[in-house]
C-alpha cells in the first residue's frame, strides 16, 4: 500500500516537474531584469513648440496659445512659439490646445487631434505635436470641424488605420492558428507573447543586455546598453521565439507524452496566462513604456490619408513577413511538414515526419510573430495587459478566417481590422470591438467552418 502510494506522489510531482521548471526559468529571466526597469521620479515635463507655414514656406511661432494638462495646469506660448509644463510623475496625461487662442487665420490642421493623451515617462520631456495650417487650410480645417457628415477622407483614413490593425492582429492571429492546427490546443497564454514581445523590444530598446548582466555595461550595444528599436526589434523576436520553444518544450511537449487531454491543456494554459500576465506587472509595472525612438512624429499626407513614416514602414514589414509565411508554408520542406500535420498528424507520422520538431518549430516561429505583432503595437505605447486586451480580437480572427489555417487567420484579421475602425463611422468608438465580435457571428452562421476553413462531418 506505502509503494502504491508512494508511485502516485512520484506520478504527481512529475506531472508538475514542467510547469516549475517554467516558473524557474521565467523567474530567474525577469528577476535578472527588473532592477534595470526601475526609473527614479521626478523632474518630467510636457513640451510643445507651436509654428505654422506662412506662404513663403517658412516657419512662424505661435505665441499666446494656450495648452492645458488635465489636473496639472495650463501653460501659454512664448514669442518662440514654445512652452513647458512641469508634471509632478510619470504616467498618461490629457493635453488640450484651445483652438480660440490661436491667432486669427490660424486652425489646426485636424480638429480632433485638439485633445491628445500622451505618456510622461520618469526624468524626461514628452514633445506633444499640434500641426497647424493658415489661409486656405485654415479655412479648410475649419469648414471639416462644422461638419457632422461622413467624407471620403475620414472613409479613406479609417480603411487605412483598420489595414494598418489588421496587419499587426494577423501577426498575432497566424501563430495561434498554426498552434492549433498541428496540436489541436487553443492557447489562451498566445496574448502573452504578444504583451512579452513589446515589453523585451522595450527592454532591449531601453538597457540591452547590461540590464540583466551588470559588468557587461562598458561594452557597446547590445551588450552594455540599449539598442536602436530596429535592432531592438530583431532581439524582441529572438526572445519572443526562445520563450515559445521553452514553453513547448518544458511544458506541453511533456503533458502531450503523459497523454493530458486537450481540454486540460487548455484549462493550464489559461493558468499560465494569468501567471504571466501578473509576472509582467510585478516586473516591468502597471504604467504604459514607449520606445526611446519614433515616439512622436509628424504625420506625412499620402493623397488623403495621412500616416507616420514608423507605421508606414511597420506596415510595409507586415506584409513582408506574412507573404514570407506563406512562401515558408508553401514551397518549404518544413512548411510543407506543418501542413502534412496539421491536415492529418497520424498519417504524417507514418509518413516519416518527425512530428515533435514541427511541433516545436511551430511554436518558435509562432511566437516570434507573435512578438512582432505585438513589437509593432507598441510603437504607439505598451502595456503589462495589452496582449490581454486584444485576446477576443485574435480569436476572433482565427475563428472568422477558419480555424488551423494561416492563410484563413490572415483574412480574418484584415477583415475584424477593418469592421473595428470603420464601424466608427456611425457608431461610438467604445462599441467598436463589440461590432467585430458581431461580424464574427454572423459570418459564422452562413458558414460555420469560417472563411477559409474546411467543412467535416461531425458524427
Request: charged residues 15%.
Given at each position: 500500500?506505502?509503494?502504491?502510494?508512494?508511485?502516485?506522489?512520484?506520478?504527481?510531482?512529475?506531472?508538475?516537474?514542467?510547469?516549475?521548471?517554467?516558473?524557474?526559468?521565467?523567474?530567474?529571466?525577469?528577476?535578472?531584469?527588473?532592477?534595470?526597469?526601475?526609473?527614479?521620479?521626478?523632474g518630467q515635463s510636457i513640451v510643445t513648440q507651436l509654428r505654422y507655414k506662412d506662404e513663403a514656406g517658412e516657419q512662424v511661432p505661435v505665441e499666446g496659445a494656450i495648452v492645458t494638462v488635465e489636473g496639472v495646469g495650463e501653460a501659454t506660448t512664448d514669442a518662440e512659439g514654445k512652452l513647458s509644463i512641469p508634471?509632478?510623475?510619470?504616467?498618461?496625461?490629457?493635453?488640450?490646445?484651445?483652438?480660440?487662442?490661436?491667432p486669427e487665420g490660424i486652425a489646426l490642421k485636424d480638429a480632433d487631434r485638439a485633445q491628445l493623451t500622451v505618456l510622461v515617462e520618469a526624468n524626461k520631456d514628452k514633445r506633444v505635436l499640434f500641426a497647424l495650417v493658415t489661409g486656405e487650410g485654415a479655412a479648410a480645417a475649419a469648414a471639416a470641424a462644422d461638419?457632422?457628415?461622413?467624407?471620403?477622407?475620414?472613409?479613406?483614413?479609417?480603411?487605412?488605420?483598420?489595414?494598418?490593425?489588421?496587419?499587426?492582429?494577423?501577426?498575432?492571429?497566424?501563430?495561434?492558428?498554426?498552434?492549433?492546427?498541428?496540436?489541436?490546443?487553443?492557447?489562451?497564454?498566445?496574448?502573452?507573447?504578444?504583451?512579452?514581445?513589446?515589453?523585451?523590444?522595450?527592454?532591449?530598446?531601453?538597457?540591452?543586455?547590461?540590464?540583466?548582466?551588470?559588468?557587461?555595461?562598458?561594452?557597446?550595444?547590445?551588450?552594455?546598453?540599449?539598442?536602436?528599436?530596429?535592432?531592438?526589434?530583431?532581439?524582441?523576436?529572438?526572445?519572443?521565439?526562445?520563450?515559445?520553444?521553452?514553453?513547448?518544450?518544458?511544458?506541453?511537449?511533456?503533458?502531450?507524452?503523459?497523454?493530458?487531454?486537450?481540454?486540460?491543456?487548455?484549462?493550464?494554459?489559461?493558468?499560465?496566462?494569468?501567471?504571466?500576465?501578473?509576472?509582467?506587472?510585478?516586473?516591468?509595472?502597471?504604467?504604459?513604456?514607449?520606445?526611446?525612438?519614433?515616439?512622436?512624429?509628424?504625420?506625412?499626407?499620402?493623397?488623403?490619408?495621412?500616416?507616420?513614416?514608423?507605421?508606414?514602414?511597420?506596415?510595409?514589414?507586415?506584409?513582408?513577413?506574412?507573404?514570407?509565411?506563406?512562401?515558408?508554408?508553401?514551397?518549404?520542406?518544413?512548411?510543407?511538414?506543418?501542413?502534412?500535420?496539421?491536415?492529418?498528424?497520424?498519417?504524417?507520422?507514418?509518413?516519416?515526419?518527425?512530428?515533435?520538431?514541427?511541433?516545436?518549430?511551430?511554436?518558435?516561429?509562432?511566437?516570434?510573430?507573435?512578438?512582432?505583432?505585438?513589437?509593432?503595437?507598441?510603437?504607439?505605447?505598451?502595456?503589462?495587459?495589452?496582449?490581454?486586451?486584444?485576446?477576443?480580437?485574435?480569436?476572433?480572427?482565427?475563428?472568422?478566417?477558419?480555424?488551423?489555417?494561416?492563410?484563413?487567420?490572415?483574412?480574418?484579421?484584415?477583415?475584424?481590422?477593418?469592421?473595428?475602425?470603420?464601424?466608427?463611422?456611425?457608431?461610438?468608438?467604445?462599441?467598436?470591438?463589440?461590432?467585430?465580435?458581431?461580424?464574427?457571428?454572423?459570418?459564422?452562421m452562413f458558414r460555420p467552418q469560417g472563411l477559409l476553413g474546411k467543412a467535416e462531418r461531425i458524427g
Open positions: 500500500m506505502t509503494a502504491r502510494i508512494r508511485q502516485e506522489s512520484t506520478k504527481a510531482m512529475a506531472q508538475w516537474k514542467p510547469l516549475a521548471g517554467l516558473l524557474i526559468v521565467v523567474c530567474s529571466i525577469l528577476g535578472l531584469v527588473s532592477p534595470a526597469l526601475a526609473q527614479d521620479e521626478g508634471v509632478p510623475e510619470t504616467g498618461e496625461y490629457v493635453v488640450t490646445l484651445d483652438p480660440a487662442s490661436l461638419s457632422s457628415g461622413i467624407d471620403g477622407r475620414r472613409i479613406a483614413q479609417l480603411t487605412v488605420e483598420g489595414l494598418k490593425q489588421g496587419l499587426y492582429l494577423a501577426m498575432a492571429a497566424i501563430g495561434l492558428s498554426l498552434i492549433y492546427g498541428t496540436t489541436g490546443l487553443v492557447n489562451f497564454a498566445h496574448a502573452e507573447m504578444v504583451t512579452f514581445g513589446g515589453l523585451m523590444t522595450y527592454f532591449w530598446n531601453f538597457y540591452g543586455l547590461a540590464g540583466m548582466i551588470g559588468f557587461l555595461a562598458p561594452l557597446p550595444a547590445p551588450f552594455g546598453d540599449g539598442t536602436n528599436l530596429v535592432f531592438a526589434i530583431i532581439l524582441g523576436m529572438i526572445t519572443g521565439g526562445l520563450l515559445g520553444y521553452i514553453l513547448d518544450r518544458v511544458m506541453f511537449r511533456t503533458m502531450r507524452r503523459q497523454g493530458i487531454s486537450l481540454i486540460a491543456q487548455m484549462v493550464i494554459t489559461i493558468g499560465l496566462s494569468i501567471l504571466l500576465r501578473y509576472i509582467f506587472v510585478y516586473f516591468f509595472g502597471g504604467s504604459p513604456r514607449s520606445f526611446r525612438q519614433y515616439t512622436a512624429q509628424r504625420a506625412m499626407s499620402i493623397g488623403p490619408v495621412e500616416l507616420t513614416p514608423k507605421d508606414l514602414i511597420a506596415m510595409g514589414i507586415s506584409v513582408g513577413v506574412l507573404i514570407a509565411i506563406g512562401l515558408l508554408l508553401t514551397m518549404t520542406r518544413m512548411g510543407k511538414a506543418m501542413r502534412a500535420v496539421s491536415d492529418n498528424r497520424d498519417l504524417a507520422e507514418s509518413s516519416g515526419i518527425d512530428v515533435q520538431k514541427v511541433i516545436s518549430t511551430v511554436w518558435i516561429f509562432g511566437a516570434s510573430a507573435a512578438a512582432l505583432g505585438g513589437a509593432f503595437f507598441a510603437l504607439d505605447q505598451t502595456k503589462w495587459d495589452f496582449g490581454f486586451r486584444i485576446l477576443l480580437l485574435i480569436f476572433a480572427a482565427v475563428t472568422l478566417g477558419g480555424l488551423g489555417t494561416a492563410y484563413g487567420a490572415l483574412l480574418g484579421a484584415i477583415v475584424i481590422g477593418l469592421v473595428i475602425n470603420l464601424s466608427t463611422l456611425f457608431l461610438d468608438p467604445e462599441l467598436k470591438n463589440m461590432v467585430a465580435l458581431l461580424a464574427m457571428v454572423l459570418v459564422l
